[in-house]
């Protein structure tokens, strides 16, 4: 069982910065791959970033590459996604999500799809004005 809270989220200018924080509960944190979804009025939960384990490979949607950068740091059970140059078009419901790879595929599982999450947060509201 793997706990998550989302911390960060708030409202910022665009071209501004924001650093979204996950923090997990559990033992077992640095065996799964980690995840930053989001979703925002009328629209579906989109991906947004992936990480695995260790931080060797990470996955980011075409609209946010360049301009977000997750991490992790195993050590404190926490993932990260900083995010620059925010645009309106980021203003969304942000959620952390945890999947556990399929045996064999720790090194590069870095699901897109919701259903290959096992746990997720509250979510973080990030607001941006233009």
């Known amino acids: 069982q793997v706990q998550l809270v989302e911390s960060g989220g708030g409202v910022v200018q665009a071209g501004g910065s924001l650093r979204l924080s996950c923090a997990a509960s559990?033992?077992?944190?640095?065996?799964?791959?980690m995840g930053w979804f989001r979703q925002a009025p009328g629209k579906e939960r989109e991906f947004v970033a992936a990480i695995i384990w260790n931080g060797g490979t990470t996955n980011y949607a075409d609209s946010v590459k360049g301009r977000f950068t997750i991490s992790r740091d195993n050590a404190k059970n926490t993932v990260s996604l900083q995010m620059n140059n925010l645009k309106p078009e980021d203003a969304a419901v942000y959620y952390c999500a945890a999947s556990m790879p399929p045996l064999g595929y720790g090194s590069t599982w870095t699901p897109t799809y919701r259903a290959h999450y096992d746990y997720w947060g509250q979510g973080t509201q990030v607001t941006v004005s233009s």
């Open positions: 559990g033992r077992t944190f640095s065996r799964y791959t």
